[in-house]
T-cell receptor
């Protein structure tokens, strides 16, 4: 069964501090994604990756960095956290390609509060 | 760029009544994939329906939707709402299966007894 695991599940950070959100997938999917979820905005793409060593900017990348050190792991980094980054963050994985019919699977989410 | 519009933020209805959640989209892709994701409280979004075939009805778990490219629409319907259908529903599109998704703002469905 497809599995995407996020850690931590909850995090309280101080303004100006560094925050790292981690994601691990055991699906052997090439692509991984970071979304944030906010009422009135839905799910918005922050960064994504095509594979180890690759990171791409999504629709709202400002204030975030991403790292994909391996096929399995994809991190989201907030170098200087701000209260506006308080949100629920979802990691997801998918495996696009001709002939493939693999859906995008989501992790359980990380609730981040920046105070 | 791509966009998905869900006009209703909240839909409240009584158990047993029909459900219709609206979704329209704009995209650069000539053959986009359209999806409905459902998210129950404190859970992650999970795929409910998908389609890329024009004018073909797709069904799952009592819900159905038909992709109409002529009107760029993919509305979600169910003939009779159940209490357990209360959840947040997202319409989304993508170029291909497994690729990055563009989501609408979501519609909260609340079914009352």
């Amino acid at each position: 069964e497809a599995a995407v695991t996020q850690s931590p599940r909850n995090k309280v950070a101080v303004t100006g501090g560094k925050v790292t959100l981690s994601c691990n997938q055991t699906n052997n999917h090439n692509n991984m994604y970071w979304y944030r979820q906010d009422t009135g905005h839905g799910l918005r793409l922050i960064h994504y990756s095509y594979g180890a060593g690759s990171t791409e900017k999504g629709d709202i990348p400002d204030g975030y960095k991403a790292s994909r050190p391996s096929q399995e792991n994809f991190s989201l980094i907030l170098e200087l956290a701000t209260p506006s980054q308080t949100s629920v963050y979802f990691c997801a994985s998918g495996d696009p390609g001709q002939g493939k019919d693999t859906e995008v699977f989501f992790g359980k989410g990380t609730r981040l509060t920046v105070v | 760029g791509d966009s998905v519009t869900q006009t209703e933020g909240l839909v409240t209805l009584t158990e047993g009544l029909p459900v219709m959640l609206n979704c329209t989209y704009q995209t650069i892709y000539s053959n986009p994939f359209l999806f409905w994701y459902v998210q129950h409280l404190n859970e992650s979004p999970r795929l409910l329906l998908k389609s890329f075939t024009d004018n073909k009805r797709t069904e799952h778990q009592g819900f159905h939707a038909t992709l109409h490219k002529s009107s760029s629409s993919f509305h979600l319907q169910k003939s009779s709402a159940q209490l357990s259908d209360s959840a947040l529903y997202y319409c989304a599109l993508s170029a291909i299966m497994g690729y990055k998704l563009t989501f609408g703002t979501g519609t909260s469905l609340l079914v009352d007894p």
